[in-house]
C-alpha cells in the first residue's frame, strides 16, 4: 500500500492533469525492493511491462493506492489490464490479484524512481 501526496501545480501549467505523483510505501509487502517510509516518485500512463512496479487505486478500496510489481500483461494502451504482484507475498495484510483479479492500467503510475527512508508528511 502507498499513501498518496500529490503535487500542488498552479493554475498556469497548461495540463489538465500533473502527469507526476509522489507516494510513500507504508506496509511490506513489496519488501525487499521498497520498504515502509520509502518515497516513489511516479508518472501517470506509459506501456506498461512485466517487471515495472506501479501504482494504482486499489480495487476494493478506492480511496488507497497500491504499489505492485507487473506480472502478466493483457492488451495494449489505455485498454491494457495487468496482475499486480507483491514482492512479499506472505506479509500481513498482503492484497494483490491474487485478491481483486488483474488491473486497468488506464490510471495507473509508473514508478520512476525510489528514495529510501522518507517518513509519511514530509
Given amino acids: 500500500m ?9 493554475e498556469n501549467h497548461g495540463l489538465r ?3 507526476l505523483r509522489r507516494f510513500v510505501v507504508v ?3 513489496m519488501r525487499p525492493a521498497l520498504r515502509p517510509g520509502d518515497g516513489l516518485l511516479s508518472w501517470r500512463g506509459g506501456a506498461v511491462r512485466r517487471g515495472q512496479v506501479r501504482v494504482f487505486p486499489d480495487p476494493t478500496l478506492p480511496s488507497r493506492w497500491l504499489v505492485k510489481r507487473v506480472g ?6 489505455r485498454s491494457a489490464t495487468f496482475e499486480a504482484r507483491s514482492d512479499n507475498p506472505h506479509a500481513p495484510g498482503v492484497v494483490d490479484s491474487r485478491q481483486f483479479g488483474w ?10 524512481w525510489t528514495v529510501r527512508g522518507v ?4
Fill in 2 to 10: 502507498a499513501l498518496t501526496y500529490p503535487f500542488t501545480v498552479g
Fill in 17 to 19: 492533469y500533473w502527469p
Fill in 27 to 29: 506496509e511490506d509487502s
Fill in 72 to 77: 502478466e500483461v493483457r492488451g495494449r494502451g
Fill in 103 to 112: 488491473v486497468p492500467a488506464a490510471g495507473s503510475y509508473r514508478v520512476l
Fill in 119 to 122: 517518513s509519511p508528511g514530509r
